[in-house]
């Protein structure tokens, strides 16, 4: 997608996703031979549940339909969140992923996997699980020594309800 019609479609896009209290994280038009399809990605601090995605669907579907921002062809359009092992580029995904496990590579080479515990406006503050029984560690990472972040998937991980309890 040119960065012409990227900037169009966010620019046109971006208050409607703002207007259902949700944040437009991504757009991206793909073409597979003569169809098109473009995936809107939006997300919150509260996560975006079924109906909220299904109501910014509709109301970007009803925007998408009364201009020419996508031109004459036919199209299709996906409106989601991002995934599970989502990478964190802005400042908001960093606290979105606070409790979470987060595979880190560093600009200066090398990774580090940890638990993010608080961010702030320099970095983040980290718990390096122990290894081999070995206690966990902190550690304090800032933006710049981040080359790039991915969420990490956990399958057996207690949620904080639990570890409440």
Do not use: C, N, W
Request: proline share 2%; glycine share 8%.
């Amino acid at each position: 997608m040119s960065t012409t019609q990227s900037e169009r479609l966010r620019g046109l896009l971006e208050p409607l996703v703002s207007s259902q209290g949700l944040d437009l994280e991504e757009i991206e038009v793909d073409s597979v031979g003569r169809k098109r399809v473009l995936r809107v990605v939006v997300d919150s601090d509260e996560g975006a549940d079924l109906d909220q995605i299904a109501d910014v669907s509709r109301a970007l579907s009803a925007k998408l339909d009364e201009t020419d921002a996508m031109g004459a062809g036919e199209y299709t359009l996906e409106v989601g969140t991002p995934g599970a092992e989502r990478e964190l580029r802005e400042h908001r995904h960093y606290v979105r992923a606070a409790g979470r496990l987060v595979k880190f590579q560093l600009a200066e080479g090398g990774e580090v996997v940890a638990r993010i515990l608080e961010v702030d406006d320099d970095g983040v503050d980290l718990e390096v699980p122990g290894v081999k029984g070995r206690k966990a560690t902190a550690r304090r990472l800032v933006f710049e020594e981040i080359a790039k972040a991915r969420v990490q998937v956990e399958f057996s991980r207690k949620d904080k309800k639990e570890e409440e309890a």
